[in-house]
């Protein structure tokens, strides 16, 4: 069974920076495009970001040119670089794929930006 274990969150300014790490239980990431999402407090989760696994991202509108999201196939692990962090990106966050499985859903981290 896969498990996919986020970690990195935490209280941060507005304008500052955090990196999120996705640890996988096995080999996804070099087969399987991964994404991170995110969701506020009453609101649907929200796709962020995804990586294929020759290492083509994208975005969404809301965090281009603020976050970044990379992957170490060696390690199973995904990252997502947030800087420029703003209140409304206060959300837990997950990984998945992409598009997402339901059974691999994980518990999230929790970044909450404010001053």
């Known amino acids: 069974q896969v498990q996919l274990v986020e970690s990195g969150g935490g209280l941060v300014q507005p304008g500052g920076s955090l990196r999120l790490s996705c640890a996988a239980s096995?080999?996804?990431?070099?087969?399987?495009?991964m994404g991170w999402y995110r969701q506020a407090p009453g609101k649907q989760r929200e796709w962020v970001a995804a990586?294929?696994?020759?290492?083509?991202?994208n975005y969404a509108d809301s965090v281009k040119g603020r976050f970044t999201i990379s992957s170490d196939n060696a390690k199973n692990t995904v990252y997502l670089q947030m800087s420029s962090l703003k209140p409304e990106d206060t959300a837990v966050y997950y990984c998945?794929?992409?598009?997402?499985?339901?059974?691999?859903w994980g518990q999230g981290t929790q970044v909450t930006v404010s001053s």
């Open positions: 990586i294929t696994s020759g290492g083509s991202a």
């Open positions: 998945n794929t992409h598009p997402a499985a339901g059974a691999y």
């Open positions: 096995r080999s996804l990431i070099s087969i399987f495009t």
